[in-house]
């Protein structure tokens, strides 16, 4: 049956990469672990460059997750709006899903908080 899977359609690159994103937001011994060979077995057809520049934007939007929870508590006095954060979120990363933006802006506060939150004056100019 194996041979059957190269008639199969292919996901689209906004699959590829919300798939992407979760692997990204594991937790435990995953945590920011690199996610070519997890991502591989759920695509096996994926060439190592695919996988490669897949890692390279899940990691970023994951990153600018993180970046962007702690500049709206900053901004905020401490209050991260789940509004603002989504849109922040898919204007600069249109493919991410309804499922991977709220996983993202639950983890991203709470590695917010787990350091202790923002600076007091974090958000003064």
């Not at 899977?5 to 990204?24: Q, S, V, Y």
């Not at 898919?90 to 991977?100: I, K, L, P, Q, S």
Request: hydrophobic residues 45%; proline residues 5%; contains cysteine.
């Amino acid at each position: 049956m194996n041979w059957l899977a190269r008639f199969r359609k292919r996901p689209a690159r906004e699959t590829l990469l919300n798939d992407g994103l979760a692997l990204a937001m594991d937790w435990g011994d995953r945590w920011l672990a690199p996610i070519q060979e997890r991502l591989r077995v759920q695509h096996p057809w994926l060439t190592p460059d695919a996988l490669d520049e897949l890692d390279a934007v899940c990691q970023a939007a994951m990153r600018f997750g993180h970046e962007t929870a702690y500049r709206l508590a900053a901004e905020n006095a401490k209050q991260v709006d789940a509004g603002a954060f989504t849109a922040s979120l898919r204007a600069r990363f249109g493919w991410v899903d309804d499922a991977n933006a709220e996983r993202l802006l639950r983890q991203s506060v709470y590695y917010l908080w787990k350091a202790g939150g923002p600076p007091r004056d974090a958000g003064a100019s």
